[in-house]
């Protein structure tokens, strides 16, 4: 709880442009704990960057998540998978490791957007139409 204390306190002085990086461990009598900083994705993303960075990232990849959400093949749907884990766990676990894998995700998802910018009718769509190509006007 002290490195989430100490991590909270020092964002509140540089809000803008973050730190750019963790700062050292908070020392206990007692525990070692890891860096300020390091405790989520979020966290290390307002403590290096700043809250305009933050904001910018989650803005990106919750448009990536939204965009990524009709599904074209198999490929984007598997893009979009990958995107949403990656979106739950952002508040619990630091993904910087994982960033590569979501940025190639999120590559495949724009390039079958690009490829087939509308995804094929789904079945229950399908049978709207022949519904109403059959229902008279």
Known sequence: IGRDLGAQEQIANSPILGFGAPLGA???PTHKQSNLGTESEIFLLVFSHGVPGLALFLIWIFYTLFRSGRWRSPWCFW???TILVACIQLPYYDITERIP????AAAI???EIARNPEPEPSTRELRRARRQALVPA
């Open 101 to 104: 894998l979501v940025m190639v």
């Open 26 to 28: 908070v020392q206990t």
């Open 79 to 81: 893009a979009h998978v």
């Open 109 to 111: 998802a724009y390039r």
